[in-house]
């Protein structure tokens, strides 16, 4: 094994650095697949795996998830199960139904490859402004209605 290969691996039970990963994206004979698969594998949480972890604090099966945030069966079923990735609007009605912090919420949008809540927008600020405040989805949606804002409880 070269010295440069050698160097990319991280110890035992270790993640790569970002100094490491850095390494091996730009190494010249770096792999791309294999480098992105060790990203993938090292840093990218599934989506639907965290899904599931915030849905197991909660006492809502997903059967009663979709009904809450109105959406199809079948539809959220698949997004438990990696199939499918929802729109930013129906994470976001996920998190007010889980009653998720801004710190959570922003990670299910950044999971998802989702655009983050960004205070300078006033739709994301009314959001940011419910969730610290747990408003429920009913009352996060007459916020955003009340301030002539786009809703969440509309098909996206």
């Not at 809502?60 to 609007?89: C, H, V, W």
């Amino acid at each position: 094994m070269s010295e440069m290969q050698n160097s990319s691996l991280p110890k035992a039970g270790k993640k790569h650095t970002t100094t490491e990963l850095f390494r091996m994206f730009t190494s010249s004979g770096g792999e791309l697949k294999s480098s992105l698969a060790t990203l993938e594998t090292e840093y990218a949480p599934k989506l639907h795996e965290y899904l599931r972890k915030l849905l197991l604090r909660t006492n809502y099966t997903i059967m009663e998830l979709s009904k809450e945030i109105l959406a199809n069966k079948s539809f959220i079923y698949q997004i438990f199960n990696g199939e499918r990735i929802p729109g930013r609007d129906t994470l976001l009605r996920m998190a007010f139904v889980l009653k998720l912090s801004i710190d959570e919420t922003e990670q299910l949008l950044k999971i998802a490859q989702r655009g983050s809540l960004y205070p300078r927008f006033r739709r994301d600020a009314i959001l940011l402004y419910a969730l610290h405040h747990a408003y429920t989805l009913q009352e996060a949606d007459n916020a955003l209605r009340q301030n002539g804002e786009q809703p969440l409880l509309e098909d996206e």
